[in-house]
């Protein structure tokens, strides 16, 4: 079964720090892969995709990830974080039938320190 | 381009009642989604509509729930006799039909969050 797990819950920076964030995923074939962010009370962003080929793939607002087959991983990185990506970043699956639905991982808190 | 809307965003109800939630997806897109987030957990998976058609169902969807999308444009999603584990947020997202351009992204609404008292 298709599943995507995020092993951090909650992660805290500073200001001006590096980020990564870890995704990985369970699917029988080549996936569709997501990072949406979602800021409070707020729907769902996205941040970056992948769909095929370059495996590191550019987002919005400085974010990028890197699809990894032999690992089943998508990490999401930012090398600099800024205060207002504070927020609450899931990672997705697409599963490729007909309806194309998304299998969500649980999320990771990021918080930022001044 | 303005977007998915979603109507309310807020709504509390009693346990017992009935509760309607309307989704506007982007104009042109011919798919439509729900999902439902809980408190700590990523959106879960409802029901996917292809125009007018409701196509899947996901076993969270229980008969208390019900989902339409006539004439394939706005969507509906009710539940009746609610309770209190139906509290979550309530999302909706399009897409533009298969073989299109994008039409592997989702694009979200701001949810409905319904609170059972």
């Known amino acids: 079964a298709q599943s995507v797990t995020q092993p951090d819950i909650h992660i805290t920076v500073s200001e001006g720090a590096s980020l990564e964030l870890r995704c990985n995923y369970s699917y029988g074939a080549t996936p569709y892969l997501f990072w949406y962010v979602q800021s409070p009370g707020q729907g769902l962003q996205l941040l970056l995709k992948y769909f095929s080929g370059d495996t590191l793939v550019q987002g919005i607002k400085g974010f990028e990830a890197e699809f990894k087959r032999s690992q089943s991983s998508f990490n999401l990185r930012k090398p600099s974080v800024h205060w207002s990506d504070a927020a609450e970043y899931f990672c997705?699956?697409?599963?490729?039938?007909?309806?194309?639905?998304?299998?969500f991982g649980t999320g990771t808190r990021l918080q930022v320190f001044p | 381009d303005t977007g998915v809307s979603q109507d309310p965003r807020h709504k509390i109800t009693k346990r017992g009642q009935n509760v309607t939630f309307r989704c506007d997806p982007i104009?042109?897109?011919?798919?439509l989604y729900w999902y439902r987030q809980t408190l700590g957990q990523g959106p879960e998976f409802l029901t996917y509509f292809q125009n007018e058609a409701q196509l899947e169902k996901s076993r969270l969807l229980s008969d208390r729930f019900s989902a339409e999308r006539p004439k394939g444009s706005f969507s509906t999603l009710e539940i009746q006799r609610t309770e209190q584990g139906d509290s979550a947020m309530y999302l909706c997202?399009?897409?533009?039909?298969?073989?299109?351009?994008?039409?592997?992204?989702?694009?979200f609404g701001p949810g409905t969050r319904l609170t059972v008292l």
């Open positions: 997202a399009s897409s533009p039909s298969r073989g299109a351009r994008g039409t592997d992204t989702q694009y």
């Open positions: 997705a699956v697409g599963v490729r039938t007909g309806t194309d639905k998304l299998i």
């Open positions: 104009s042109e897109h011919n798919r």
